[in-house]
């Protein structure tokens, strides 16, 4: 009988016959595997020992200057039928996709050491969670993965008995950015991937399969697969909620997952616990919720900003056994990145000597990869083969005008709504121009692997008799004043945003009801001890409807984009709202408030 392993062998060699290795290693994930791993990679150069003193097992890696970010406009989504990766993604048809990759996947491992990585999306013995393979010739790579993932053999062992994974192929191939595609295959669940050692285009289990792929995977399987962190507010009274948040790369999901409560609220006994803080993926439990884990294991995070102030989880999870990506160093050979308020840089991210008139000394999208068990708000339930109910689904995005700093959808399809028609302004961790606002529905623009008509669809389709759906509310913690700085502190301060947002789902909390939501009264949100004027609240909670009305005739055009597949019940949405906004703008400039505020 053959055995189940009998097609990953299969893919194995054909993969060998067409990269031409000079030999095949199927990684266990052992300790003796990775030590053997970091010696050869610190021995040629790939890897680079940091301060050994005041970052034990830390090492650097140095990517090539030109591959430093995922590249949007070279991933692919190859599905039979155009409109099934729909205006969102950009296509190419599979046959001649897989004819131009494999001309370059041809010989690209000679001399070479072409690496098998089992390994498993979420606890290893989740049912929600879901296995792959990647086939790499990067050493760096099967380094990360085996932080990123729950990698090597009992991944293994659950792929032989489930006898379906996720097939992904990468080659470093020659890092020319003139022969880098990220591809998918979502009907075959194969990924292929060339030219880019970078995270998001390299470490296969994470963007490409825990999002493009698993969307589609998740879509045809009834769960969903999202670009969110997910983190448990436990209150003084030992009860814990979970809330599952997106928001655009590099906007402050590792901050949010990992935050440090104020003074007043640890000292009453609030506490954070960090599921994730990049994935989720969730699925309707018995009891009509959505449970959700995370799917990876570790923490591929953005360095600059992390200091102290901004994220001192991270700063203290991140002084051992993290692997450094592109930042500079100090005189002792500590790493180093702009906002890090200790030390000073002497050489910059690509090994120059430090000099500010170069760029900055970290590549602003450098990252650290670290166990999350290494975060000290790390979740025990992380672990957990269930994972966690999640009560309040949160959106939100660079906005630095109109959008108030938080409010919440009247239900579950308005909510839906209002996921599609986020916008934010682009950050670094992807090429291309930086500042600009674009629609980033439900934070998944770059990730979802199929039309986000079919998407939004797929997401309308939850709300079922018997649903005990989350809530749905956005934030945006960038609103800023006329000064052009930001009127809300952030960072520690958003948890008094996260009580009021459970207090709704508790019923506990009160609101205003405006047309585009419901918005905390100046005084529903515990803002004691903040330094805040008066003036600065009021605008933070500002619903300006002349301002709304036109940003609901963008979102218009925007869902136009998708055409005749677009879900007619999210056109009613937004049809709606604009009308109701219509008579309130005859009516008042500005929702009232609720406590004369
Ligand atoms: C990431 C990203 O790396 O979203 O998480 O780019
Ligand atoms: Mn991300």
Same mark, same amino acid.
């Given at each position: 009988m053959p055995s189940s392993l009998d097609s990953l062998n299969r893919w194995v060699d054909d993969v060998a016959r067409l990269t031409e290795p000079a030999e095949i290693h199927w990684c266990n994930g052992s300790d003796g595997e990775s030590r053997l791993l970091n010696e050869r990679m610190l021995a040629n150069g790939d890897l680079i020992a940091l301060n050994a003193q005041t970052h034990p097992g830390c090492t650097?890696?140095?990517?090539?200057?030109?591959?430093?970010?995922?590249?949007?406009?070279?991933?692919?989504?190859?599905?039979?039928?155009?409109?099934?990766?729909?205006?969102?993604?950009?296509?190419?048809?599979?046959?001649?996709?897989?004819?131009?990759?494999?001309?370059?996947?041809?010989?690209?491992?000679?001399?070479?050491?072409?690496?098998?990585?089992?390994?498993?999306?979420?606890?290893?013995?989740?049912?929600?969670?879901?296995?792959?393979?990647?086939?790499?010739?990067?050493?760096? &790579?099967?380094?990360?993965?085996?932080? =990123? !993932?729950?990698?090597?053999?009992?991944? #293994?062992?659950? $792929?032989?008995? /489930?006898?379906?994974?996720?097939?992904?192929?990468?080659?470093?191939?020659?890092?020319?950015?003139?022969?880098?595609?990220?591809?998918?295959?979502?009907?075959?669940?194969?990924?292929?991937?060339?030219?880019?050692?970078?995270?998001?285009?390299?470490?296969?289990?994470?963007?490409?399969?825990?999002?493009?792929?698993?969307?589609?995977?998740?879509?045809?399987?009834?769960?969903?697969?999202?670009?969110?962190?997910?983190?448990?507010?436990?209150?003084?009274?030992?009860?814990?909620?979970?809330?599952?948040?997106?928001?655009?790369?590099?906007?402050?999901?590792?901050?949010?997952?990992?935050?440090?409560?104020?003074?007043?609220?640890?000292?009453?006994?609030?506490?954070?616990?960090? &599921?994730?803080?990049?994935?989720?993926? =969730? !699925?309707?439990?018995?009891?009509?919720? #959505?449970?959700? $884990?995370?799917? /990876?294991?570790?923490?591929?995070?953005?360095?600059?900003?992390?200091?102290?102030?901004?994220?001192?989880?991270?700063?203290?999870?991140?002084?051992?056994?993290?692997?450094?990506?592109?930042?500079?160093?100090?005189?002792?050979?500590?790493?180093?990145?702009?906002?890090?308020?200790?030390?000073?840089?002497?050489?910059?991210?690509?090994?120059?000597?430090?000099?500010?008139?170069?760029?900055?000394?970290?590549?602003?999208?450098?990252?650290?990869?670290?166990?999350?068990?290494?975060?000290p708000s790390w979740s025990p339930m992380a672990e957990a083969a269930d994972g966690v109910p999640i009560s309040a689904i949160v959106f939100g995005g660079r906005r630095p005008s109109l959008v108030p700093l938080v409010f919440e959808a009247k239900d579950w399809a308005h909510g839906v709504l209002v996921g599609a028609a986020m916008g934010s302004e682009t950050t670094a961790a992807a090429t291309g121009a930086v500042g600009v606002l674009r629609r980033d529905s439900m934070a998944m623009k770059p990730f979802c692997g199929y039309n986000f008509a079919d998407y939004f669809a797929h997401w309308l389709s939850f709300d079922q008799p018997g649903a005990k759906l989350p809530k749905i509310f956005h934030v945006n913690w960038f609103r800023k004043g006329s000064d052009g700085k930001f009127l809300w502190p952030g960072f520690g301060e958003n948890l008094r945003v996260l009580e009021w947002i459970l207090g709704r789902c508790e019923g506990t909390s009160d609101a205003v009801e405006s047309p585009v939501g419901f918005v905390p009264g100046v005084n529903d949100l515990k803002l004691d001890g903040l330094a805040l004027s008066a003036a600065a609240r009021q605008e933070l909670l500002e619903v300006d409807m002349h301002g709304w009305r036109a940003e609901l005739a963008d979102i218009a055009r925007y869902l136009d984009s998708f055409g005749s597949r677009l879900p007619q019940r999210l056109k009613d949405e937004q049809r709606a709202i604009a009308a109701a906004l219509e008579s309130a703008v005859e009516s008042t400039p500005v929702a009232r408030r609720a406590n004369g505020g």
């Open positions: 650097l890696h140095r990517s090539s200057p030109t591959d430093v970010a995922r590249v949007e406009h070279l991933t692919f989504i190859c599905t039979q039928n155009r409109d099934d990766a729909g205006p969102n993604n950009n296509w190419m048809d599979p046959v001649d996709a897989h004819a131009k990759i494999d001309a370059l996947f041809a010989g690209c491992m000679r001399g070479r050491t072409l690496y098998v990585i089992p390994y498993c999306m979420g606890p290893i013995d989740s049912p929600i969670s879901r296995c792959g393979v990647e086939i790499t010739d990067s050493p760096y &790579v099967v380094a990360n993965m085996r932080i =990123m !993932t729950r990698m090597g053999a009992a991944a #293994l062992t659950r $792929i032989e008995r /489930e006898g379906k994974f996720v097939k992904g192929l990468h080659s470093t191939g020659e890092l020319d950015p003139d022969k880098r595609f990220i591809m998918h295959f979502p009907e075959e669940l194969t990924i292929k991937s060339i030219g880019s050692g970078y995270g998001g285009n390299a470490l296969l289990g994470k963007k490409c399969h825990a999002l493009r792929i698993g969307s589609w995977q998740a879509r045809s399987e009834g769960w969903l697969a999202e670009h969110m962190l997910i983190v448990g507010i436990e209150n003084p009274a030992g009860e814990t909620r979970y809330i599952a948040a997106a928001f655009p790369s590099a906007c402050g999901k590792t901050n949010l997952a990992m935050l440090i409560p104020p003074e007043g609220y640890r000292k009453a006994g609030w506490k954070v616990w960090t &599921v994730g803080d990049d994935i989720c993926w =969730m !699925t309707p439990g018995k009891d009509g919720r #959505l449970w959700a $884990i995370n799917p /990876e294991a570790g923490y591929f995070g953005v360095a600059p900003g992390t200091d102290t102030t901004t994220n001192p989880n991270a700063l203290a999870m991140i002084q051992r056994d993290t692997i450094y990506t592109n930042v500079g160093v100090t005189a002792d050979n500590q790493p180093w990145w702009e906002g890090l308020s200790e030390g000073e840089p002497v050489k910059d991210w690509r090994g120059r000597e430090f000099d500010d008139a170069q760029g900055p000394a970290a590549h602003p999208n450098a990252r650290f990869t670290v166990s999350a068990r290494q975060c």
